[in-house]
């Protein structure tokens, strides 16, 4: 595996950096090299938030912003009207977006044509909200994650979520995780 770079964008309090840790914790506990970071300063609650990942089977000698992500994952699909999710992203890179609807709509909002990159999708919201009663989307969209790109091991995974989360919402996210991997498809 070479150095691989996802950038998350979110709002303030969905967890973007909340899922790029788990993501990292996952590979290292995978034996790989890794990095998490998020990118936000004094940005109040719903204020919109980048957090970044790399990976490698390599030790890792970059310590700067993520500007040319193999991988964009989208936690609200409101900030698509807003914010240009796919600045820098790197040529059939990896698009994995929380959305329900029409893919060609998708498309337009994120303005990019059909073919240009790989565009993932699943209902991590609605997901979030059946299982853990809350709208928070960040392990829901590393579900999606693993559908699009096998970053980490499904017991890594499992691992760096019964570490960063308590019993009983350990267990609850691991099923917002499988929920979200099973539903995720590429449009």
């Given at each position: 595996m070479a150095l691989i770079e996802v950038r998350w964008h979110?709002?303030?309090?969905?967890?973007?950096w909340t899922a790029s840790n788990i993501l990292a914790m996952a590979a290292a506990i995978d034996g790989k090299h890794v990095q998490s970071f998020p990118?936000?300063?004094?940005?109040?609650?719903?204020?919109?938030?980048?957090?970044?990942?790399?990976?490698?089977?390599?030790?890792?000698?970059?310590?700067?912003?993520?500007?040319?992500?193999d991988i964009v994952v989208v936690l609200d699909p409101t900030l698509?009207?807003?914010?240009?999710?796919?600045?820098?992203?790197?040529?059939?890179?990896?698009?994995v977006v929380n959305y329900e609807g029409d893919a060609e709509k998708l498309y337009n909002n994120i303005g990019i044509s059909k073919g240009e990159y790989k565009v993932f999708?699943?209902?991590?919201?609605?997901?979030?909200?059946?299982?853990?009663k809350r709208p928070i989307t960040n392990t829901a969209m590393i579900g999606?994650?693993?559908?699009?790109?096998?970053?980490?091991?499904?017991?890594?995974?499992e691992?760096?979520?019964?570490?960063?989360?308590?019993?009983?919402?350990?267990?609850k996210n691991i099923e917002l995780v499988k929920k979200a991997y099973e539903l995720a498809q590429e449009v």
């Open positions: 979110g709002r303030g309090g969905q967890g973007a990118a936000f300063g004094p940005e109040r609650s719903g204020a919109p938030v980048l957090a970044f990942t790399r990976i490698s089977e390599e030790p890792i000698e970059i310590h700067s912003m993520v500007y040319e992500p698509l009207k807003n914010v240009n999710v796919t600045q820098g992203l790197k040529k059939g890179g990896i698009i999708i699943t209902p991590a919201t609605k997901l979030a909200l059946d299982i853990l999606a994650l693993l559908k699009a790109s096998k970053l980490v091991s499904w017991e890594g995974l691992e760096a979520i019964k570490k960063r989360f308590p019993g009983p919402l350990a267990e």
